[in-house]
């Protein structure tokens, strides 16, 4: 289970305001990659919180509202849209929408911990944390918050473009999804640049 311990260990080094950051959504063929920051309290402790993957939805809904009501957790959100995917790499929005989250805190952490791999020429100081999620409790917390927003998100999508079945794949490449896309081709969220939207697109074989 995920602790405070890569957090206490940068408050040693004299950092006060440690923040965890992590997304979802990077793999799917349509929709936003979602990126959450949480600044939680320094004697934080949760018996529940773990890897958002690792979680139900309904126990990642329970503990998204207990994260966001929670009077002494700082947290911020932000999403990279389809068209800023599709401008400059997945790779780059993901890193964009992870340095909005962490600039939209409250306040502004003084490091941050990212989930995977160190993020190049972040506005911040900071350091990756490979599997983070499941080691730190504040990248985990962010893991929440980035994954249930983006999951609702994509279920209010399915209300705009009800043909896809976003609200049970939410985006990502299933058997469902990928007939769909065949029989009705592409919508505004999809992500023209990922291999089979565009494999479809240059073959032009959908209704």
């Known amino acids: 289970m995920p602790t405070l311990e890569y957090e206490q260990a940068k408050r040693r080094e004299g950092y006060a305001l440690i923040a965890g950051i992590d997304e979802a959504g990077r793999g799917p063929l349509a929709g936003p990659v979602s990126a959450a920051a949480v600044i939680l309290p320094?004697?934080?402790?949760?018996?529940?919180?773990?890897?958002s993957k690792k979680l139900s939805e309904k126990k990642?809904?329970?503990?998204?509202?207990?994260?966001?009501n929670h009077p002494d957790i700082l947290w911020a959100h932000s999403y990279a849209e389809t068209d800023e995917i599709e401008e400059i790499n997945i790779l780059k929005a993901t890193h964009a929408?992870?340095?909005?989250?962490?600039?939209?805190?409250?306040?502004?952490?003084?490091?941050?911990?990212?989930?995977?791999?160190?993020?190049?020429?972040?506005p911040l100081?900071?350091?990756?944390?490979?599997?983070?999620?499941?080691?730190?409790?504040?990248?985990a917390a962010a893991s929440i918050i980035a994954k249930v927003s983006r999951d609702r998100l994509m279920i209010e999508f399915?209300?705009?473009?009800?043909?896809?079945?976003?609200?049970?794949?939410?985006?990502?490449?299933?058997?469902?999804?990928?007939?769909?896309?065949?029989?009705?081709?592409?919508?505004?969220?999809?992500?023209m640049s990922f291999a089979p939207v565009a494999q479809l697109l240059l073959s032009g074989d959908f209704s």
Request: proline fraction near 5%.
């Open 42 to 51: 320094s004697d934080f402790t949760h018996n529940l919180l773990n890897d």
């Open 60 to 68: 990642r809904e329970l503990l998204y509202d207990e994260l966001t």
């Open 97 to 122: 929408a992870m340095a909005r989250s962490a600039q939209g805190l409250a306040s502004i952490p003084d490091y941050c911990l990212i989930d995977g791999l160190a993020v190049p020429n972040f």
């Open 125 to 139: 100081a900071s350091e990756g944390i490979v599997k983070g999620d499941g080691k730190s409790l504040s990248i």
């Open 158 to 191: 399915a209300e705009q473009y009800p043909e896809y079945g976003f609200e049970r794949h939410k985006g990502y490449g299933t058997k469902l999804h990928l007939e769909a896309l065949a029989k009705h081709g592409p919508c505004p969220i999809h992500r």
